[in-house]
């Protein structure tokens, strides 16, 4: 997760910045169990694989999307916040 992380960041920091992308949309997890509730994780904790693209409504990775404003999705915490 972290090096795929840091190289979007590289790829599509500026992106990321115009659609308004968010620190929990991008590296949330559940504030008291952590990845166990996908529906809080961030694009970049689910996500896994180098982005290929960045949209406003959703973020690319090869065949998996992460997509943004899922109905009913939780917000997280940043991962480097959480404590078992």
Same mark, same amino acid.
């Given at each position: 997760?972290?090096?795929?992380?840091?190289?979007?960041?590289?790829?599509?920091?500026?992106?990321?910045?115009?659609?308004?992308? /968010?620190?929990?949309?991008?590296?949330?997890?559940?504030?008291?169990?952590? +990845?166990?509730?996908?529906?809080?994780? !961030? %694009?970049? @904790?689910?996500?896994?694989?180098?982005? /290929?693209?960045?949209?406003?409504?959703?973020?690319?990775?090869?065949?998996? +999307?992460?997509?943004?404003?899922?109905? !009913? %999705?939780? @917000?997280?915490?940043?991962?480097?916040?959480?404590?078992?």
């Amino acid at each position: 997760m972290h090096a795929v992380a840091l190289e979007a960041l590289d790829q599509f920091a500026d992106d990321l910045v115009v659609h308004g992308w /968010t620190t929990a949309e991008l590296f949330a997890v559940h504030p008291k169990i952590g +990845t166990m509730r996908v529906d809080t994780c !961030g %694009a970049f @904790v689910i996500g896994g694989r180098r982005t /290929t693209a960045v949209r406003a409504d959703r973020i690319e990775f090869g065949l998996t +999307t992460y997509y943004r404003n899922v109905p !009913g %999705a939780g @917000v997280g915490i940043p991962v480097w916040d959480f404590r078992w």
